[in-house]
């Protein structure tokens, strides 16, 4: 039987193509420095706010304890 096309076997093709390289032309961009920098700055912001709000929570139980026990 003789063979068409390429002299390379078929098992050849098949790995080239299974590549660990994958090629995304419309891949979507990433953000930019300045995004990541500013995701990052309201993450802290929210971070104090919550450490904020957990502290005068503690403050107010602390503070009804101490009244129940008075």
Do not use: K, L, N, T
Request: hydrophobic content about 35%; overall charge positive.
């Amino acid at each position: 039987m003789q063979r068409h096309g390429s002299a390379a076997p078929a098992s050849a093709i098949r790995c080239s193509r299974s590549s660990p390289v994958s090629v995304r032309p419309h891949a979507r961009q990433g953000p930019s420095v300045q995004q990541v920098e500013g995701f990052a700055e309201e993450a802290r912001r929210q971070s104090r706010a919550v450490a904020e709000a957990d502290a005068r929570r503690e403050d107010d139980v602390m503070g009804r304890i101490e009244a129940v026990r008075d």
